[in-house]
Nanobody, 119 residues
Framework: VQLQASGGGLVQTGGSLRLSCTASGNIFNIFAWGWYRQAPGSQRELVAS???????NYADSVKGRFTISRDDAKYTVYLQMSSLKPEDTAVYYC??????????????WGRGTQVTVSS
């Protein structure tokens, strides 16, 4: 199983970006997705997570600005980011709790995509 994230880039303060992360491989079920970020000199932190459409969780710092969603048919999770601030600058990583065929449930990570918000 592999996760591939995309959609990062450079944006001005107040702008928007949409991150995507797609899982591929011998997938039986994806139980949950998460987006994390890590800024230079800081620890990786949870930005948003989703189990079902009605079960989402957001960091206080992004509530009202970011929206996480999932498309199960495409094995993909999205993070719509709006009203971006310089403090949102970080490498964003996707994470998924996946059961592959004939394997136990495991956590998988994508490689990360850089988001830079200029002031």
């Amino acid at each position: 199983v592999q996760l591939q994230a995309s959609g990062g880039g450079l944006v001005q303060t107040g702008g928007s970006l949409r991150l995507s992360c797609t899982a591929s491989g011998n997938i039986f079920n994806i139980f949950a997705w998460g987006w994390y970020r890590q800024a230079p000199g800081s620890q990786r932190e949870l930005v948003a997570s989703i189990r079902t459409r009605d079960s989402t969780n957001y960091a206080d710092s992004v509530k009202g600005r970011f929206t996480i969603s999932r498309d199960d048919a495409k094995y993909t999770v999205y993070l719509q980011m709006s009203s971006l601030k310089p403090e949102d600058t970080a490498v964003y990583y996707c994470n998924a709790e996946i059961k592959a065929w004939y394997q136990d449930v495991m956590d998988y990570w994508g490689r990360g995509t850089q988001v830079t918000v200029s002031s």
